[in-house]
């Protein structure tokens, strides 16, 4: 038991690499995960793959100068 179900809990960097498997972990442990990430490759559809009964709050942003 890591403690982490039922926790609010976001992750920054989600579309990608160490962030989108933290995002999995944190899902296959019952967190309410607030998932935030570039606006490529489509991870809002990837990510939403993982949720069963979870909640799901994705945002996505674009940094420009």
């Known amino acids: 038991n890591t403690g982490l179900k039922d926790r609010v809990i976001l992750v920054t960097g989600a579309s990608g690499g160490i962030?989108?498997?933290t995002v999995r972990m944190l899902i296959k442990e019952e967190a309410?995960?607030?998932?935030?990430?570039?606006t490529s490759g489509g991870f809002f559809f990837e990510l939403a793959?993982?949720?069963?009964?979870?909640?799901m709050c994705p945002s996505a942003y674009k940094?420009?100068?």
Request: no cysteine.
């Open 19 to 21: 962030g989108a498997a």
């Open 32 to 38: 309410k995960v607030i998932a935030s990430g570039g």
């Open 49 to 55: 793959k993982f949720f069963h009964d979870g909640v």
């Open 63 to 65: 940094i420009t100068r």
